[in-house]
């Protein structure tokens, strides 16, 4: 029975390893644990960058309302000039007896342009009407930073608990290590008590031997008592992205605390998870987005109106150079109408896969909000059972404390057996494993609690 105690608390306390960077020791507080995680955690870290990359998209929408300024410069060089052929128009503005003129050619040939053209310009570009598409890339980006933001609070709240998982299941190992090597020593006192007896004719072979094999029993507990907290470091400074190299210690206690959160019922932690959640504020903004989306894809069948300025330069000269040639000027300004006819299909589908994203979000946004509810109710309950698991592990470790004492006693004055001493024992053992596995899971329910209602937005 004992075994089993100790490998359910030990699985509690296994988590994945990854390799970090160095750091010098460390002693470590509950609050100090969190303000690590929340600096070094690539988790979080990588929240606060989407919120950076989504608020730039917000700025970047805009960009598709506002002017558009550009400029140009070209410079070109025709190494041969074509020529065109022409009527000579000089041959006809004569008489036909005209001397001579039976020997001009009816065609000619001329060439336009010199060798070098250069272009300088610049231009405005306006878009007066987009059939909605830029109000609605507008919305979707500030939707989308809206549930960035909101995406990073849930990975707060998640770290946080983590970070509490891992730090309380320090604590618990360290507390750990403390009783299975008191059990060690009260084995090995209780070894001693029996050699005493059988030297003295008070106890048989038997008895001595029994006592000897309790102590090599409970020695193995102990190694993998020491293991486990090992292992409850490693997990703490996975969470905080600590090199594995770095040797750090906990400072804190697991002690009961009455919480006046805890006393609601389960429909008012329903409807305040309904309200906090950040999954489901993000969900909300999803919705949006979806809904914005339907908007854009309708705007491909609508016109765009757009107004162009162009203000350029043309200078054309036979010589390389760019001053002193002669430039002539040019100032136009257009209204564009782009009115889409045909499209091969391709914004008919656009916009109903926009319509299904939008029904697919409000199914979504359903299955979330059902398992949400369902989660309250399970972790509200999970609480209430570690509470009063807590309350009977108090009680009976009492008890097995003062069982145990007087089972050694009534031994020494042989009104008992050892059996009784190894029953008395092994009970003290397994009721104190009770006690810190109550603390663990009752401080561990208050967080899920708060967790899960999108309350955990501090230490407790």
Request: glycine share 4%; net charge negative.
């Amino acid at each position: 029975m004992l075994r089993k105690k100790y490998w359910i608390l030990g699985i509690l306390l296994l988590f994945p390893v990854s390799s970090l960077w160095s750091q010098d020791k460390l002693l470590l507080t509950l609050e100090g644990s969190v303000d690590l995680a929340f600096q070094n955690n690539p988790s979080y870290q990588i929240a606060l960058k989407e919120v950076q990359k989504a608020r730039a998209s917000v700025t970047e929408a805009y960009s598709t309302i506002m002017p558009q300024l550009n400029t140009s410069a070209a410079y070109q060089h025709s190494w041969e000039i074509q020529e065109s052929t022409i009527p000579n128009f000089i041959k006809i503005m004569f008489p036909p007896n005209f001397p001579g003129l039976e020997d001009m050619p009816d065609f000619v040939r001329i060439s336009f342009g010199l060798e070098n053209t250069i272009t300088l310009g610049a231009s405005v570009t306006q878009p007066l009407f987009l059939g909605g598409a830029g109000i609605a890339g507008i919305k979707m980006a500030g939707a989308g930073a809206r549930a960035a933001e909101r995406n990073l609070e849930k990975t707060r709240q998640d770290l946080m608990y983590n970070t509490v998982s891992a730090f309380y299941g320090c604590l618990v190992a360290k507390e750990l290590v403390k009783v299975q090597e008191e059990a060690l020593q009260q084995s090995q006192e209780n070894m001693e008590m029996v050699r005493k007896k059988f030297e003295a004719g008070a106890a048989s072979k038997f008895d001595l031997m029994r006592a000897e094999v309790n102590v090599a029993n409970t020695k193995p507990d102990a190694i993998s008592a020491r293991n486990q907290y090992k292992i409850a470091l490693t997990r703490l400074k996975m969470v905080l992205a600590l090199p594995m190299e770095t040797e750090i210690q906990v400072d804190g206690e697991l002690l009961y605390e009455d919480d006046d959160f805890t006393t609601k019922t389960i429909p008012d932690y329903q409807q305040m998870a309904l309200r906090s959640r950040p999954e489901l504020q993000a969900l909300e903004e999803q919705k949006a987005i979806s809904r914005h989306g339907i908007s854009l894809a309708r705007s491909n069948f609508m016109p765009k109106l757009f107004f162009t300025t162009d203000y350029s330069y043309l200078g054309m000269t036979n010589e390389r150079k760019l001053v002193g040639v002669d430039y002539s000027r040019g100032f136009s300004s257009a209204v564009s109408l782009q009115l889409p006819l045909f499209t091969g299909l391709k914004n008919n589908k656009q916009y109903h896969k926009a319509k299904l994203d939008h029904r697919m979000m409000l199914d979504t946004q359903k299955q979330v909000t059902d398992g949400i509810i369902a989660e309250v109710e399970a972790v509200y309950n999970t609480f209430l059972e570690a509470t009063e698991k807590y309350e009977a592990a108090s009680e009976n470790a009492d008890l097995a404390q003062e069982t145990f004492r007087l089972a050694t006693m009534m031994y020494e004055e042989g009104t008992n057996t050892q059996l009784d001493v190894f029953t008395a024992q092994l009970g003290l053992t397994s009721a104190r494993l009770n006690y810190l596995s109550s603390i663990y899971e009752y401080q561990l329910a208050r967080y899920a609690l708060r967790k899960v209602t999108g309350n955990l937005k501090e230490i407790i």
